[in-house]
């Protein structure tokens, strides 16, 4: 049963499972082994704990045609509301016919027509604006709809980046200059990539940032900024070889490609490539 097992952790019924897409079977298949294997539990709620952190970090706000449609809608009811209605009453002539007479209900005649010719014209414009507003939120549907699209492509990569066995986790603990510091790197030396999820930065100075480097080859190699406002899993080159890595407080302007060790406010080493 243990060959079993590993088989099991080895194929992607797991990832399946989480992401929904598992049929009837399958779903029987990973419940069985979560429930009996301690093992395949902890897969599972390692694979669980990936997903949360892909969600957090693509998180996106809902589109914001969706608020406006809301509005519209809202002031159309109004406009409803407020459309005066016209109602025509009969009027009773009198039998005395005079040339007098028929030019007055020939001007009311025409008031009226001209009134309702108004009207039909505002309609008629009305009409092709709401046409014209629907065509336009058809447009932004699709387009929203192929971001997700992307969007959602992206996040299936990076689990499955997360999800492979060759990748290795680092934590990046602050020090006593920077303690609710905390960075995790995901580095795969098979393939060759480095990722990064800035979890929490204490806030700097204007005129400071904090920069990521790499040790390599008994030099620091700079890999980038990091930014506390973008809580994102983004990537970082990949510097094979590298002993280890670290965290410094560097000034915005002018800061050189050298670390500085007074500087430094979180290091990790690295297993070897």
Do not use: C
Request: aromatic share 8%.
């Amino acid at each position: 049963m243990e060959t079993t097992l590993q088989s099991f952790l080895k194929s992607d019924l797991l990832d399946k499972y989480i992401l929904g897409t598992a049929d009837a079977s399958e779903i029987l298949e990973v419940e069985h082994f979560i429930s009996k294997y301690p093992e395949a539990h902890d897969e599972y709620i390692r694979l669980q704990d990936n997903l949360e952190i892909l969600a957090k970090s693509n998180a996106v706000e809902a589109p914001q045609f969706i608020l406006d449609s809301i509005h519209k809608t809202i002031e159309k009811e109004e406009i409803k509301k407020e459309t005066p209605v016209i109602s025509l009453t009969h009027t009773h002539v009198r039998r005395k016919k005079t040339w007098y007479r028929y030019s007055i209900a020939a001007s009311i005649v025409a008031f009226i027509f001209a009134s309702a010719a108004f009207l039909l014209y505002q309609q008629n414009i009305l009409l092709k604006q709401e046409n014209q507003v629907v065509v336009d939120e058809i447009f932004d549907l699709r387009n929203d709809i192929h971001d997700n699209n992307e969007k959602l492509d992206n996040l299936m990569r990076q689990f499955m980046k997360l999800n492979n066995p060759e990748t290795e986790k680092y934590v990046l603990r602050g020090n006593d200059r920077a303690k609710d510091l905390k960075t995790v790197a995901y580095i795969n030396a098979v393939d060759k990539t480095s990722m990064i999820d800035v979890v929490s930065l204490p806030q700097l100075p204007e005129d400071q940032t904090y920069q990521i480097w790499a040790e390599l080859q008994g030099k620091m190699v700079n890999l980038g900024i990091l930014d506390a406002s973008d809580r994102k899993l983004k990537p970082i080159p990949y510097m094979e070889d590298a002993l280890g890595l670290s965290i410094t407080i560097e000034p915005k302007e002018g800061h050189g490609n050298t670390a500085s060790a007074e500087n430094e406010v979180a290091e990790i080493s690295l297993k070897n490539n």
